[in-house]
């Protein structure tokens, strides 16, 4: 009787203990929430901001481009006077600088693409890592057990308007923006 009264406490107790685990485990509700990543990359100040001194860059290669292509149609031009009444050699020679000229236009602008896409994703991944980062701070500072990003692409398809952060984490990354 005894040990039955001692098995019987000892299970009560296993059994609260199990019971308070499994509460302090499982019983609390997770907090989940989405941010729009489509808002945030076109609202966002820092994104803003990198594509107004990208579109500067490509305006600066845009016009040395331009100054390339009237080096090249002029170069036709004097091609097309000298072949009217110039000597053989001297038609070889004008062909030979049309396409000297041609090809350097075509690696230029070649180069300047190149440059470009690297430019543009050293740009937006600085500002990606950014939002990243105030997203992670956001989330632990708000209790969140875990944020989602939602694309346009639908990864999610359906959430509550209540788990929707963006405004949010929109102002605080515009408020900590610095230039």
């Not at 331009?66 to 072949?83: F, G, M, P, R």
Request: glycine share 6%; proline share 0%.
């Amino acid at each position: 009787m005894k040990h039955t009264k001692i098995l019987y406490i000892i299970i009560c107790v296993l059994t609260i203990a199990v019971g308070y685990l499994y509460f302090k485990s499982f019983g609390k509700q997770n907090k989940i929430a989405y941010v729009n990543n489509g808002v945030i990359m076109v609202e966002y100040k820092g994104m803003i901001d990198s594509r107004k001194e990208f579109e500067l860059k490509t305006k600066g290669w845009q016009k040395n481009i331009d100054s390339l292509t009237q080096v090249v149609q002029y170069a036709i031009q004097e091609y097309e006077k000298k072949a009217a009444n110039g000597t053989a050699r001297e038609k070889q020679m004008a062909e030979e600088l049309i396409q000297n000229k041609k090809k350097q236009m075509m690696q230029y602008q070649q180069a300047i693409q190149q440059k470009a896409q690297q430019i543009d994703k050293t740009l937006t991944q600085k500002e990606v890592e950014e939002i990243n980062r105030y997203i992670t701070e956001y989330g632990k500072d708000h209790g969140y057990s875990i944020i989602f990003g939602a694309t346009s692409g639908g990864n999610i398809v359906y959430a509550n308007d209540v788990m929707d952060i963006t405004k949010d984490v929109l102002e605080g990354l515009n408020k900590n923006y610095v230039k």
